[in-house]
């Protein structure tokens, strides 16, 4: 094996390219190109069929389609396979590709149906993309680090053995940030993902990858994790549908990590779809496969069917939602404004109550994010990257040899004695946010306090690559605990989305924050997405709520 990390990289690279089918390789538009959505549809590798499948954008009838046999889960396999492989070639999304393997199980599948008449399980012939710290058995799980080139994972993650219990296909895995603590993807292994909408604008991370594969069709679903906005922001940027359950509501078990061991603020693991349909297909499919049997972390507790219809919310008939404009430090840029009234407008029209939600210690919960992040300083990014001796990221720019000026990365580790005190800060603040929601029972004509938050999921629709300025608005629900699934409304308008006059600035940061929008050509087609968060573990409620919400949307366009 190569004996540095450039050597490690280079003979990586070489034999993922050597795993992509040579005849799937296209011609790619030059770099001036920005929106490239429309490639795998025009290059002339995927056949009409294959198109067919690869665009139906309908989870639940996709699996409807592959238990009546009505297509098979070689050709579903085939046709995302294809997609996925010209999607890397337009964004470089991917890690690992093992078409071979996924082939041989999608037939073992197709084999089973005709000949017990009987689906595996919920998820039969579903292509399934994962992030690339997800382990399957065989597999290396480099996870952005050249430290962790050839280290092959022994056993399948607990998620992993669930989704093949489930009858999916595992056929791809997708790129991630090195230290996954960013809102963007770049790595030196892997190098950098880009946006498919305009190749100009980040992906989001740190489940970039899953975005911008999920963006082309090149899955139906993936699944990402989220530590303080890893599932969402890329949802955010690409347009996608993208859910944050609560703390162990899904099996992490197996699943590698950075800060191992860290469980003040957990990573979770979660959806990102172009439906929501497949959102709630995957919850259930993991609820129901009972996971608390093979993570010990999980909490007992299947799909419930009364939280998805609402019942301690009205059964749904007129929601109240809370509008959260801004957080108090930063004002989000034109097109997210444009989305929020939006959506305001949309739900009113629908009959449902909005009202303005004033944001509670959003500055002292974001303090304790990032001092949690920070506890133990940067011991655990240089005690993976010294093995190889590669560079440790500062930020996401292009390499540039002594960089500085990272974003979450400290030197200097807190006292455990410190740490318990950030700790107790966070409980006395979630129990403090908690009251806080409850009392806006004043606020609504329902009777309730508010059934959901309606908040920004970033302060832009998505932003130049290596500008990335933080996840403040996704992060806050991390800290909290709640629920939040990110939705699409619109995308930026060139006409629409002018700048605004300057305003009294909230912070520093908030200037800076303006300051970056400097003409909405600069974010041309990028998507605009907000994220609707609900209470602890109400992951059922939050997608039902969440098809109100779009079904509102939809209506008034």
Not at 64 to 78: C, F, G, I
Not at 112 to 137: E, Y
């Amino acid at each position: 094996m190569p004996n540095n990390w450039q050597e490690l990289i280079a003979d990586k690279k070489r034999r993922q390219q050597e795993s992509i089918p040579k005849e799937w390789i296209v011609q790619i538009p030059p770099d001036d190109v920005l929106d490239v959505t429309d490639v795998p549809r025009e290059c002339g590798l995927l056949t009409a069929k294959e198109l067919e499948i690869t665009e139906l954008d309908d989870v639940p009838l996709l699996l409807k389609k592959l238990a009546s046999a009505e297509w098979s889960a070689v050709e579903v396999t085939t046709a995302f396979a294809k997609r996925a492989i010209v999607a890397h070639q337009l964004t470089n999304c991917l890690t690992e590709i093992f078409i071979d393997r996924a082939l041989a199980r999608a037939a073992w599948l197709d084999e089973q149906l005709k000949t017990t008449g009987k689906v595996v399980g919920p998820l039969h012939g579903l292509p399934v993309s994962l992030k690339d710290q997800i382990c399957i058995k065989g597999l290396e799980t480099v996870m952005g680090y050249a430290s962790w080139i050839g280290k092959y994972s022994e056993k399948d993650s607990v998620l992993t053995e669930i989704l093949y219990d489930c009858g999916a296909v595992l056929y791809v895995r997708t790129n991630v940030p090195q230290t996954l603590m960013y809102p963007e993807t770049y790595n030196l292994v892997f190098g950098r993902t880009l946006n498919p909408r305009n190749r100009t604008l980040a992906c989001g991370g740190s489940s970039g990858g899953e975005g911008a594969l999920i963006a082309l069709r090149g899955s139906p679903l993936g699944v990402g994790s989220d530590l303080g906005g890893s599932v969402r922001i890329p949802a955010s940027y690409n347009g996608l549908y993208g859910l944050r359950p609560g703390y162990n509501r899904v099996p992490y078990e197996g699943t590698l990590n950075t800060q191992e061991g860290e469980d003040s603020l957990p990573s979770v693991l979660g959806p990102l779809c172009r439906d929501l349909g497949g959102i709630k297909v995957f919850i259930q499919s993991v609820a129901s496969s009972k996971p608390w049997f093979r993570d010990p972390l999980v909490i007992r507790m299947p799909w419930l069917e009364d939280e998805y219809k609402l019942v301690e919310h009205g059964s749904g008939n007129k929601l109240s939602f809370g509008l959260l404009w801004n957080d108090g430090l930063v004002v989000p840029h034109p097109p997210i404004i444009r989305a929020l009234e939006m959506t305001k407008k949309a739900l009113l029209a629908a009959g449902h109550e909005v009202v303005d939600w004033k944001p509670y210690k959003h500055d002292e919960l974001y303090d304790i994010v990032r001092a949690m992040w920070t506890a133990a300083g940067d011991e655990d990014y240089r005690a993976v990257t010294s093995l190889s001796g590669e560079p440790l990221l500062q930020n996401m720019e292009d390499y540039v040899e002594g960089a500085t000026g990272a974003l979450y990365l400290s030197d200097k580790a807190m006292t455990v004695y410190q740490l318990w005190q950030i700790q107790k800060k966070r409980i006395a603040l979630r129990k403090e946010y908690l009251d806080y929601w409850q009392s806006s029972v004043k606020l609504t004509s329902t009777g309730r306090p508010v059934d959901a938050i309606i908040s920004p999921s970033a302060f832009y629709a998505s932003h130049p690559h290596g500008k990335n300025a933080g996840a403040d608005y996704t992060m806050i629900w991390n800290c909290l605990d709640y629920t939040a699934l990110v939705f699409p409304v619109t995308q930026v308008d060139t006409t629409l989305d002018q700048p605004k006059p300057p305003h009294e600035f909230l912070s520093e940061k908030d200037k800076a924050i303006y300051n970056l929008y400097d003409s909405p050509e600069t974010y041309k087609n990028a998507p605009v997405s907000l994220q609707l968060v609900g209470r602890t573990l109400e992951e059922e409620a939050v997608i039902k709520m969440t098809e109100i919400v779009a079904a509102a949307l939809k209506a008034d366009s």
